[in-house]
């Protein structure tokens, strides 16, 4: 028994969750910004591509901050893809924040909060500080233990070499336990922070790279360093001005941020803050890294959201915004009035927008090639066809849910690759909207609620119904 549990056990730190983005590895652009026909998981959409390449650029630059983009175009359109793109290019230097417009009314505090909150995600300051580092070389690590216990504490002598010099240092109690941490023998080569005390490990001294024939891969050599022990270095921090804000707005605010109980922060704090950073950019002690605040969905905000989005981006500290939307002309929420995209004119008047167009059907098979591959799904030619069919009948979705679906039928019938049986079949048990509208109107008289006018069910048109 006790065998078979642990042949059922699973590797947790292996399970990769598979996304309905997690193939997109970046905007799929060469180095003149032209974008490639299947490239990082992108596929098609080159003109919105090569905009975004463009706008990602500037970003990479420094030279536009508090600019904003649209992404505008069908559902299905791939325009949450070019902005995990976006994401994927920036690299992790660029902060990059992600929310949907709903979040807004949805946190225990006010709208214009939750937006700023965001918007402060988005910013960067890169710190930097000197720091005083020991760096060398470990001849010898001798640790005297006492023969009784508790009569006295441990003492220890750490020799330390660099190519130029050799010292002698004697160990405390926390540097023992330090080295044990970290497991430090002679011939490693390590660096130790004055200031903390934390020992970071570099390296195995290539002096000693014939000392065992048998080493694991993770065994990184590197050279005995050369000049003097005690070295100043500078380190650079990377944070973002909404964790500078929840670590000032109160007493061990840091342990806010692991919970995200970040409550209402005043603005007289974030004003401090402001000055501060100000001051350090000055003394050439930190820069502002503008990144980007994504938002989808942003035809949800509503009018009081717009005008506060119109006021922030004018701040001097604004991240670049991105907005995606898939409405046409919408009322715009909080008001009577109706606008392109659900969006006022004068906001709509500061956006660089960028159209995405629907997918053809050589793109269809060429995506639903990349989700096959990503959830790891043999599928024969015949049934990939069914697929683009079924794809550009009813929607790009719809066709990649049924993949996994697919799958999971070929498994039912021990089969080992996915036939064109397989997706025929869940096509019958999962309905498309289409089909979905259409039962709906042929069976209107037996559902609660329905608004549909009755006696023209025949002439109805499925994509009719805007209730």
């Known amino acids: 028994m006790a065998e078979l549990k642990l042949s059922e056990s699973r590797d947790l730190t292996r399970i990769e969750r598979i996304g309905a983005h997690s193939h997109i590895r970046g905007l799929g652009l060469d180095s003149a910004l032209e974008p490639r026909a ?3 998981g992108m596929v098609g959409q080159t003109s919105a591509r090569k905009a975004a390449g463009v706008i990602l650029q500037m ?28 994401a994927k290019s920036l690299g992790l230097e660029t902060p990059f924040a992600m929310i949907s417009g709903s979040e807004i009314f949805s946190l225990e505090m006010s709208k214009t909060e939750a937006l700023m909150q965001s918007f402060r995600k988005a910013i960067g300051v890169r710190i930097k ?10 001849v010898e690590v001798q640790i005297d233990r006492p023969a009784v216990t508790g009569a006295a504490s441990k003492t220890g002598k750490l020799t330390l070499k660099t190519t130029e010099m050799e010292t002698v240092y004697d160990l405390g109690v926390k540097m023992i336990e330090a080295l044990g941490k970290e ?30 024939d048998a080493m694991g891969p993770q065994v990184k050599f590197v050279q005995c360093p ?14 973002t001005l909404h964790e500078i804000d929840v ?80 409405r046409g002309i919408t009322s715009i929420r909080g008001t009577n009035y109706k606008s392109p995209h659900g969006i006022p004119i004068d906001l709509l008047d500061r956006l660089l927008i960028i159209s995405t167009q629907p997918y053809t059907k050589d793109e269809i098979r060429q995506i639903l090639d990349i989700r096959c591959q990503e959830e790891d799904v043999e599928i024969i030619e015949e049934a990939k066809a069914l697929l683009t069919h079924i794809g550009a009948e009813t ?20 089969g080992k690759i996915v036939e064109t049986e397989d997706v025929t079949r869940v096509y019958n048990l999962f309905l498309d909207v289409k089909r979905s509208t259409q039962y709906l109107i042929e069976y209107q008289n037996q559902y609660m609620f329905n608004e549909a006018p009755i006696g023209d069910d025949e002439d109805d048109d499925p994509n009719a119904m805007s209730s």
């Open 38 to 40: 299947v490239s990082e």
């Open 59 to 86: 970003i990479k630059e420094g030279k536009i901050a508090g600019r904003a983009v649209l992404l505008a175009g069908q559902p299905g359109t791939g325009k949450t893809a070019i902005a995990m793109g976006m």
């Open 129 to 138: 500080e000197e720091a005083e580092v020991i760096e060398g070389e470990v």
């Open 183 to 212: 497991k430090v023998q002679s011939g490693d080569v390590i660096a130790i922070d004055k200031a903390s005390g934390k020992i970071s490990k570099l390296g195995r001294s290539f002096s000693r790279s014939r000392d065992y």
């Open 226 to 239: 050369d000049g003097e022990l005690q070295k100043r270095k500078e380190v650079v921090h990377c944070v």
């Open 247 to 326: 670590i000032n707005s109160r007493t061990q605010g840091f342990l806010a941020l692991f919970t995200g109980d970040t409550g209402e922060i005043r603005a007289e704090v974030r004003e401090q803050i402001d000055t501060k950073v100000a001051e350090w950019k000055e003394e050439g002690k930190a820069e502002i890294v503008p990144g980007v605040l994504f938002i989808d969905e942003v035809h949800i905000l509503d009018i009081e959201c717009f005008s506060f989005l119109n006021r922030a981006l004018e701040n001097e500290m604004a991240p670049i915004l991105v907005v995606a939307t898939n």
């Open 395 to 414: 929607s790009l979705r719809y066709a990649i849910h049924l993949i996994t679906a697919a799958a999971l039928a070929c498994q039912k019938r021990k």
